[in-house]
């Protein structure tokens, strides 16, 4: 018998995955209008624009859009606090921060918030478009070399910005873990990709992908960027580790 069409001797070919529903949050009505213009060129859909923190808030709740790309500099109501209540209220959404500077202060606290990763605004059409598809999978968009200066210039000090109160840590009980899993995670910390850890560690990306699925589960982080972020926060990672 022939096996039907999508299938492979009668088993049923994974279905792709849907194209993301984005959240553009920003407030220069050009920058909106690019990146709208750039992922629906690219078969993602755009579901709402939102001028300022405030409104990005009201937007998410009502569109309910699976990645919000949030800047991070904006009238009313910043782009963090933002984000914070939006993942306070819609733990699954994922959030990518705008900013001008790749090493803008906001930052650190965007990632301890939740946020799943930063994208500079002049960022390129083809990867603005494969951002959103990346952390739309649940992972999350760090580059290891600007995720090590950032946190390592943030961690170490005092985390107030402005008015703001320091952010807050991400406390977790690492005694869950086990050595293995430890290593994996203070080498997370230290920016290492899957790759990078599969080399160093002598094994197949397959297992550290395992690894790291466990360490995500056991201390329930969303993704690498609060892995980051609690390797600095516990003292498995110092400023100036390489």
Known sequence: MMPVAG??????????????????????EL??????????ARGIDVVGEAADGAEAVVAERRFRPDVILM???MPTMDGLEATRRILEHSPRCRVLMLTTFDLDQYIYAALAIGASGFL????????LAA?????????????????????QRFAAGDQRIGDRP???????????????????????GRGLSNTELARQLTLSEATVKTHVARIFAKLALRDRAQAVVLAYESGLVSPGDA
């Open 7 to 28: 299938s492979y001797r009668g088993f049923a070919a994974p279905e792709p995955r849907p194209a993301p529903r984005v959240l553009i949050a920003d407030d220069q």
């Open 31 to 40: 920058i909106r209008t690019g990146f709208r213009l750039i992922l629906t």
């Open 71 to 73: 800047d991070i500099r």
């Open 120 to 127: 500079l605004k002049d960022v390129t059409a083809d990867h």
């Open 131 to 151: 951002a959103v598809r990346l952390v739309d999978t649940g992972d999350a968009l760090l580059a290891p070399s600007i995720t090590r200066r950032l946190v």
């Open 166 to 188: 320091p952010t807050p840590a991400v406390h977790r009980d690492l005694a869950v873990l086990t050595p293995r899993e430890l290593e994996v995670l203070t080498l997370l």
